[in-house]
């Protein structure tokens, strides 16, 4: 059955709820939890050190990152007015079906994932491909404090203090051929450390996969991210290298990545391969194109529950309009979602 939900106009906060949403779309994954296997994980003291955020549960760090951390630009970009999400919300509420379909498989699940010894690989349409170690590939850049929106397609959305570099340094870095037009990116693939890739739940062809346009890809604001609240990533927000497109749909933001191609050609990513009438290359936040089954206008902002749902109106590219609107002129954004 699918679930219906009423035009923006009409649409009370009440009926946007978490289970709407998140189970129309385990729905179309063929979800089944029978035979999915959930590995038990010791809850290992951490080291408490001082945090700049005073929920945040510090990790230990890799020594790269702490010497990073040091020559920081913190809050390059802001978001005026909207509170930051908790920590314990941002980590423990997460999409990563790699880990499993529930909200809180990730954090469950991904604690195991090795992300030390971590290699990047950048090949296609470059002038310099190459193989990298995680440390090698994040040397040449200043870590900067990005806060940003995320806005996931299942209309919920967090206010997150990222730490990354932007995407483009990189790009340029490698050198694009003149016949590279878009950015593909791919996911580990590790059945063995990550349950989801092993269990039939999922109609995913693994590795999970996503793109962007080179001209998207170059954008300011499009960084990869290694850390998040002042410390390096959780496993579950994507370890140890992920994407951040702040005026794209969560999905978009590719996590724990191992390959960067330049290629020609748009790329098959994994939720347009899944079910392309309702989920597109572009992707773009948009409140006035809704998904085939429910309303786009509104989102609900973590944390949100039953008597405060925290409903407010979702704003065009995810309010970042002014900075990003130029790269969609003369595009149907009805036609391409
Ligand atoms: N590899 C991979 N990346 C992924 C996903 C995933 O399942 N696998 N989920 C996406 C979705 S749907 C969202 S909303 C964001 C969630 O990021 P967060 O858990 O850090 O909030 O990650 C995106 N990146
Ligand atoms: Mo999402």
Redesign the pocket.
């Known amino acids: 059955m699918l679930i219906k939900l009423p035009r923006s106009s009409d649409c009370k906060a009440a009926e946007i709820t978490p289970e709407h949403l998140y189970f129309s779309r385990r729905k179309l994954l063929g979800a089944s939890l029978a035979g999915f296997a959930v590995s038990a994980l010791p809850g290992l003291g951490r080291a408490a050190e001082a945090s700049r955020y005073s929920d945040v549960d510090v990790g230990a760090a890799p020594g790269w990152f702490s010497e990073k951390l040091g020559a920081t630009r913190w809050q390059a970009v802001t978001v005026q007015g909207e509170a930051i999400t908790p920590f314990k919300d941002?980590t423990h509420y997460?999409?990563?079906?790699?880990f499993g379909p529930d909200k809180g498989d990730?954090a469950a699940n991904a604690d195991s994932l090795p992300t030390e010894p971590w290699s990047v690989v950048i090949d296609g349409e470059v002038g310099k491909p190459g193989r990298y170690a995680l440390e090698d590939f994040v040397k040449p850049y200043q870590l900067e404090e990005r806060i940003y929106r995320?806005r996931?397609?299942e209309a919920w959305s967090?206010v997150i203090p990222w730490l990354g570099f932007p995407l483009a340094q990189v790009l340029k870095q490698v050198e694009p051929t003149s016949k590279a037009r878009y950015v593909r990116f791919e996911?580990l693939d590790d059945p063995q450390h990550m349950p989801g890739q092993r269990s039939g739940f999922a109609l995913i062809d693994w590795p999970?996969r996503e793109g962007l346009r080179l001209d998207e890809a170059m954008h300011p604001l499009a960084i990869l991210a290694v850390g998040m609240y002042g410390r390096e990533l959780p496993n579950?927000?994507?370890a140890p290298l992920r994407l951040v497109v702040p005026w794209k749909y969560?999905?978009k933001?590719?996590?724990?990545i191992v390959r960067i191609s330049l290629v020609a050609e748009q790329p098959g990513t994994t939720w347009q391969g899944l079910a392309p009438t309702e989920y597109g290359f572009y992707a773009n936040v948009n409140p006035q194109v809704d998904h085939p089954r429910w309303s786009q206008a509104r989102e609900r902002r973590l944390p949100s529950g039953l008597f405060s749902p925290n409903v407010r109106d979702t704003q065009m590219f995810n309010g970042y309009a002014d900075e990003v609107a130029s790269l969609y002129t003369g595009l149907d954004l009805r036609k391409n979602y």
């Open positions: 941002a997460n999409n990563f079906y790699e990730p995320l996931c397609v967090m996911t999970y579950q927000n994507g969560g999905f933001s590719i996590k724990s």
